[in-house]
Structure formats: structure tokens, C-alpha cells
């Protein structure tokens, strides 16, 4: 394929001579050469001055290509004062160099009014393709040009919110044309019908589709190269870490630093670990909580449930917070340690709470702080797992157990999680999907060597019944990414419906 190549433009003209609006519009494939890169189309109307009109990324081509769009619209003016005829070219800038798509050096013509027209390039081609379903959406519109040649009588989208459970059949509607001007004056360019049709997608996470084009002679599928098309909600953004209990020098621009990380990283949801505030004769102080100063150096605060455990470093409440984008319901905190003695490190508490979160699902977030395997973590996660298995109910569409549980990869504690067969380990299931496997499903006899240089302690333990997947999973807090904040990194993880 040429590095630059026109697939589609088009040409309206609206309105009465008086008060005429003309809107083109540009879709080309352009070769990926540099993630810095230049798109132009250079036209001219029937007036001979030459313009640049700059394009923009419109979305990944299925054969690693890009689509990139460019369209610009006149406002109602006189007819006399529209550009009317255009005739154009495509350049590409990138890696130093210039790459023109000039119809092989005699420019492409579009007549005033005449619609929209197709290269051979492409003779099903989507105009109005996004790759996200945006917050509040409940519809994707759907357009696209066809080559008149192909005499399509009908156009059907085939689509399923639930991955295929179900479909579901949208029909398109073609838009009417204008008589083309003569042919000669189109070389390389073939009239195009413009279909259209909406899809209903409700509150979905996730929308999948091909688009069926029947004539009296044959049937073409336009499925994105048998890989159909996709289209999805932000999925939940989850992070967890260790605060270090105010043990940080220059502790303040460090909760700056947090904050700015969660708001930059867009969380949702947050479950921090060794939130400390003044011990203040056991009564505590607000003020110096440190979830509390996070939150509050955020944009927008988000809801806030935390509690105490145990007196830390001799000066301080020290316990376990969630933090969320949404509210918080049946927020509730349990000691999980056999000891509840407020003086004594072996006291553990852990905080829950019930989150609806849009387009996801409800979830049960707990956030923890476990003691080390001989300081008492299996007695504090059969309970806590325990807690956790008597709250879920048809309502819940998954459980997370988050925070520090101080046991590491492929330790006597993290096998008893492994031999429990009931919560999995999200950062192997994001980053080593086939050790995930291994481990949690096929539960290989030699695993645990396999875990011998992964050092994590932190984690997000999911419940294996529940309704998401983990689809990504992120260091952060590191000298790379966002510098340390704490004797802990952090864990940024998405999550999506399955």
C-alpha cells in the first residue's frame, strides 16, 4: 500500500443560493512510519487559492495502518462565496520525509454538491467508526459508503452487547443522491452510497457488530478482517498502596505526588494501607489523617471510608482506608486478628465497603493490611475471606480483596490463597495470563519456582465467580513512573465485564 492513500471524500452543498453551507469531508489510510506525523489534504476551490487543511487520527486500520479524517465546514454565504469545486491532494510527513497522494500527479476533482465518492481502495468503507462508547451514551450512530457499483439493495448491522449470548439485527437506511456530475472529470474516484443506522445500546460496557451488505447478486460482510468491531466503556481503574505510615521524608509533596497520580491515572477506586493520623490520647486527628489530605488534594474529592487498628510508631492511629470515584455502601470494618488489643501491631482491621459502579457492575472492595505468616495471616485471611464470601449475593458481580498481605509470590501463604481455589491473583492474570493458568487453574506442581524473583507483597485478590476480567495491571510509585512515594510501589489494575 501507498504511505498515504485516499479512500473517501465528500462534497455537500445545503441551503439556497442566498444562504448555501458546503461541508467536505476526507477519510484516507496513512502508513504508520512514526508516532510523530503530519496529515494535510491541500485543496483549492473554484477561486485557484491553495489551502492546508491539517487531518486528524480518526482509528487503527485492522491491517496496522491508520485512518486519519479531515473536514471542514462553511458556514450559510452567499453561493458566489463558497468554495464550490475543489480540487485536492494528500501529504504525509513523517520519519523526515514527505509522501503525496496526488492521483498520480493530476489531482482529484469534487464537484459542488456531488456527495460523497470512493477510491477502488475501498469499496465498503465505515465513516463514522468510533472505538469507545463514551459516558452517557445509549446509541451508536453508524454510517458508511458503499460503491454504487456493487447495487447493495439492503444493509443490516449484526450486534451483541453480552458477547454473542444474544444479537440483535439494526437495518440501515440509504441516503438519497444528486445527479454526478461527468465521469471524466472523477478519475480514481467512484460515486458512493451513504448508509446509515443506529444502534440502541442502553447502559451495555461493551458493544460488538459486523455489517451485512446484500444485493440481488451477492452478500459482502464488512467484520473488521473476520475480527468483528468493538466498541467499550472506560473500564474500572483500581489502585492499591502502602502509605508507610508517615515514615516519608518530605511526606507532604509525597501525598501531593498521590494525589496528583490518582487523578492523572483517572482511579476509581483507591484502597491505601497504613493511613496514619495523630494518635492524640487514642481520640485521633482528622486533620493529619492521611487519606484525608489525599483526598482532599484531589480535583474533586471522592468518597472516603477509613479506620484504625493498632497505635503505629508510637504516635499513631494507623489503619486502612477505600477511596471512590462512587458512593459507598455497607461500609463496614472488622478486626480479622485474634488480637484486639489497640497497643499491639498484631491488631489487624480491615475496611469493606459496596460500590455500584456505572456500566460495571456492583462490586465488594475490601481493603487490607494482613499480619506475616507467623505473625498470624492465616487465621486473618480465612477470616476475611470468610466475611467476604458471606456478603456476596446475587447482586454483587464481583469481590476484591486489596492491600498489603505481606506474604510474597509463591510463599506458604500465598500457596494457602492458591490452594483455596476461590481468589486469584489479578496481577498474574493481567501480565503472565499463561503462569496465571498454571498456577490458579491447572495448579502445575512446580509453580511456586516459577515465582522465585517476584517480590510483590501487595495485591488484588478476585473472587473466581465474579463477572470481570482483569485487562491490565501497572506498576506505579517507582523512579520510572511517577517516583517512590513509600517503601511500597503501588498497583494500578483495569477491569472489564467478562
Known sequence: MDNIQLLYVANNVT???????????FLMRVADLDYHKQVDVLWAGEDGVWHFLPALFNRKAEDGQEYWQAEIVFPPQPHADIPGDIRFALRLQAAGSEYWDNNEGGDYFSGAGSGGRLTAAASILQLSHAEQLQDDQHSVPIKLAVDAALEIEKITIHWTIDNWQHSHTTSCRRQA??????????????L?????????VAEAFRLQYS????????????????QNYALSRTPLRLLILNLHCYQEDEQDRKFWQIANAIDELGADVVCLQEVAEYWNDGRGDWPSNSANIINQRLPQPFHLYTDWSHLGFDKFREGVAILSRYPLAEQEARYVSDSHDAYSIHSRKV???????????????????????????????????????????????????????NIAAGSTGYELVVNGHQYEDQYLAANAPALF?????????????????????DYIFMDKDSGLRACSARTVFTEQDYGPVSDHCGYLMTFEPL
Open 437 to 457: 493458568q498454571q498456577i490458579f487453574r491447572v495448579n502445575d506442581a512446580h509453580w511456586r519456582d516459577y515465582l522465585a524473583d517476584d517480590y510483590r507483597i
Open 351 to 405: 475496611v469493606s465497603a459496596r460500590i455500584k459502579v456505572p456500566y460495571i457492575g456492583t462490586i465488594d472492595v475490601f481493603s487490607a493490611h494482613l499480619s506475616w505468616w507467623e505473625d498470624g495471616f492465616q487465621q486473618q485471611f480465612q477470616r476475611l475471606s470468610a466475611w467476604a464470601d458471606g456478603k456476596r449475593n446475587a447482586e454483587v458481580d464481583a469481590t476484591l480483596l486489596c492491600g498489603d498481605f
Open 177 to 190: 443522491q444528486r445527479k454526478s456530475a461527468s465521469k471524466a472529470l472523477y478519475a480514481g474516484l467512484h
Open 211 to 226: 455489517i451485512c451488505c446484500e444485493s440481488k447478486e451477492q452478500t459482502r460482510w464488512d467484520n473488521n478482517a473476520g
Open 192 to 200: 458512493a452510497q451513504v448508509w446509515s443506522g443506529r444502534i440502541r
Open 15 to 25: 441551503g439556497k443560493a442566498a444562504a448555501c453551507q458546503q461541508s467536505l469531508q
